[in-house]
């Protein structure tokens, strides 16, 4: 069975320093991994996944196969980052669709 | 893309009680999914709904409790029944289009 964990609860920085959101899995095929986001009263939606390697608003994750990781990283945090972040899975084949969730991390940005 | 339309938003129910949640997408879609937020937790799948199948549930969830219908590729709903206050949840519907799933903004049940 796959598994993800998010060992922050919660995560706080300013406005303008380096953030990172840990996330690692535990799946014996190869996986997709997703991060999701849900700013304030809105509902979850797709941040970034791994096959597509790009960067939205400002944000990158590198899937690490040997450390089994996904973690969120961004240079310079804006206050317009601060929500409630999810990191998932999907696994391969029949699967297919079905998404693990990791626990989330709330982020918040300071002024 | 897709947009999904989820029903009610929220609701209050007696304990005892069974209340049915609508998923209204905006394209035809072969799966359709629904996920439980319990307080201060995680997302966790129930059950994948199959246009013309039954339901597959995943493991700690049961039709019984949880029965599903799948009438078109366009509509879903879910019933939780015999509702008691552990099962006070916030209820998602979700899609897969491509290789990105949408969410609907969720069904905040209070029971009472």
């Known amino acids: 069975a796959q598994r993800v964990t998010q060992p922050e609860k919660l995560l706080s920085v300013f406005k303008g320093a380096p953030v990172e959101l840990k996330c690692n899995y535990s799946?014996?095929?190869?996986?997709?991994l997703f991060w999701y986001v849900q700013y304030s009263r809105q509902r979850l939606q797709l941040l970034l996944r791994?096959?597509s390697r790009e960067s939205i608003k400002g944000f990158t994750a590198d899937l690490n196969k040997g450390e089994t990781s996904f973690h969120l990283k961004k240079p310079f945090a804006q206050e317009e980052d601060s929500a409630m972040y999810y990191c998932?899975?999907?696994?391969?084949?029949?699967?297919?669709?079905?998404?693990?969730f990791g626990q989330g991390t709330i982020l918040t940005v300071h002024p | 893309s897709a947009v999904i339309s989820q029903k009610p938003s929220r609701d209050i129910c007696q304990r005892g009680t069974s209340l049915t949640i609508q998923c209204q997408v905006d394209?035809?879609?072969?799966?359709m999914f629904w996920y439980r937020q319990q307080p201060g937790q995680s997302l966790t799948l129930i059950a994948t709904?199959?246009?013309?199948?039954?339901?597959?549930?995943e493991s700690g969830f049961v039709i019984d409790k949880f029965p599903i219908s799948r009438p078109n590729l366009t509509f879903s709903t879910l019933t939780v029944s015999n509702m008691s206050p552990e099962d006070s949840s916030i209820y998602l519907c979700s899609v897969r289009a491509n290789t990105e799933a949408f969410f609907g903004q969720g069904t905040r049940l209070t029971v009472v």
């Open positions: 791994h096959i």
């Open positions: 998932a899975l999907s696994p391969s084949g029949t699967s297919y669709g079905k998404l693990t």
């Open positions: 709904a199959n246009q013309g199948s039954e339901a597959t549930y």
């Open positions: 394209s035809q879609v072969t799966m």
């Open positions: 799946y014996s095929g190869s996986p997709e």
